[in-house]
């Protein structure tokens, strides 16, 4: 079973920046990986995604704001996120499309807030 394990969420001044980080046990990230994000009471949205290839796709909401990357060596994506603004608040899930199987990070929170 690939485990996945999502990191560098926290509380971030309007105007900040983090890098969340999602590694899996397994190499799951070389074909479809995402990053989604869930606010209170809203529902689950995807964010960014990178393909095979390298190419990616932002929402409209995060374009010029996020970016999404991945080392497969170390299998790991990678979310950055600067610019940050309190509507970006939500918890930010990690997902794979491997191999016909879907994979789910654990969730981290962050907090866009003064």
């Known amino acids: 079973q690939v485990q996945l394990v999502e990191s560098g969420g926290g509380l971030v001044q309007p105007g900040g920046s983090l890098r969340l980080s999602c590694t899996a046990s397994?190499?799951?990230?070389?074909?479809?990986a995402s990053w989604y994000r869930q606010a209170p009471g809203k529902q689950r949205e995807l964010v960014a995604t990178?393909?095979?290839?390298?190419?990616?796709n932002y929402a409209d909401s995060v374009k010029g704001r996020f970016t999404i990357s991945r080392d497969n060596a170390k299998n790991t994506v990678y979310l950055q996120m600067n610019s940050l603004k309190p509507e970006d608040t939500a918890v930010y899930y990690c997902?794979?499309?491997?191999?016909?199987?879907?994979?789910w990070g654990q969730g981290t929170q962050v907090t866009v807030s003064s």
């Open positions: 997902y794979a499309n491997y191999r016909a199987s879907l994979y």
């Open positions: 397994g190499s799951i990230f070389s074909i479809y």
């Open positions: 990178i393909i095979s290839g390298g190419s990616t």
